[in-house]
C-alpha cells in the first residue's frame, strides 16, 4: 500500500504557478496517481490522473519522473477560489489491503 | 449527470442511537465507497461495496456497518453512537473497481453527523 508525504500547507498569490509535489516511495507498478480538491465542507472533487510522464487538462498539469517515487501536480495562475486542500492518491490493484487511503493533504492558500 | 447525492446533509443523534446515512451513486457506478472526516482531519477509510458485496473495511469498529442495494445505492449505519463519532461522512462511487487505479472517485458533498 503505498503511503504518500505532502507538505502541510503552501501559500501563494493571485496569478502566480504552484506546484504541489506528492512522495510516494513505494508505488507498485500497476499504480495510478490521483490528485482530488477539497473546499471546507464539501466533498473532494478530482482534478488529474497519470500513470507516467506528463497529463494535462484543462485545469492541471500532473508530472511524474520516470521512476514514479513522485508527482507534481501543478496549477497555472492561480486565483483566490484555488485556495483549497489538495490530496494524491495512490492506488492500484497491487496493494494488499485494497484500501484507498488519503495522505494528510496539503492546504493551498492563495493571497491576493 | 446527476453526481453522487447524500441524504441527508445533516444530523443530530445523542449517544448511545443509531444513525443511518444514505448515498446514491452516479448513474453506471457500482463501486461505493464510505470516509469519514472528523472536523479539521483527513479522510479516513471507511467501506468499500461493490456489486452488492462489502470488499473491503478501514480501521473501524463493527459498530459502523452498511449495505448496497441492487440499484447500487449504499447504506451506512453507525450503532451505540458515541461523541467522537461527529463527523463528515462522504461517500464516492466510481464507475468500476477504482483500486484498479484508473476509475477515479466522485465524492458526495457528505452527511453531517453530531452527536450529542
Known amino acids: 500500500l503505498a503511503k504518500t508525504t505532502q507538505p502541510v500547507s503552501m501559500d501563494s498569490y493571485e496569478g502566480q504557478e504552484v506546484n504541489i509535489t506528492c512522495s510516494h516511495n513505494n508505488i507498485a507498478t500497476n499504480d495510478y496517481i490521483t490528485w482530488y480538491q477539497q473546499f471546507p465542507s464539501q466533498g473532494p472533487r478530482f482534478i488529474i490522473q497519470?500513470?507516467?510522464t506528463k497529463v494535462t487538462n484543462e485545469v492541471a498539469s500532473l508530472f511524474i519522473p520516470a521512476d514514479r517515487k513522485s508527482s507534481t501536480l501543478s496549477l497555472p495562475r492561480v486565483s483566490l477560489s484555488d485556495t483549497a486542500v489538495y490530496y494524491c492518491l495512490v492506488v492500484g490493484s497491487s496493494g494488499s489491503a485494497r484500501q484507498l487511503t488519503f495522505g494528510s493533504g496539503t492546504q493551498l492558500t492563495v493571497l491576493p | 449527470e446527476a453526481g453522487v447525492t447524500q441524504s441527508p446533509t445533516h444530523l443530530i443523534k445523542t449517544r448511545g442511537q443509531q444513525a443511518t446515512l444514505r448515498c446514491s451513486p452516479i448513474s453506471g457506478h457500482t463501486s461505493v465507497y464510505w470516509y469519514q472526516q472528523a472536523l479539521g482531519l483527513g479522510l479516513q477509510f471507511l467501506l468499500w461495496y461493490d456489486e452488492g458485496e462489502e470488499r473491503n473495511r478501514g480501521n473501524f469498529p463493527p459498530r459502523f456497518s452498511g449495505r448496497q442495494f441492487p440499484n447500487y445505492s449504499s447504506e451506512l449505519n453507525v450503532n451505540a453512537l458515541e461523541l467522537e463519532d461527529s463527523a463528515l461522512y462522504l461517500c464516492?462511487?466510481?464507475?468500476?473497481?477504482?483500486?484498479?487505479?484508473?476509475?477515479?472517485?466522485?465524492f458526495g458533498n457528505g452527511t453531517r453527523l453530531t452527536v450529542t
Open positions: 464516492a462511487s466510481s464507475l468500476v473497481d477504482a483500486v484498479q487505479g484508473n476509475s477515479p472517485l466522485h
Open positions: 497519470g500513470y507516467k
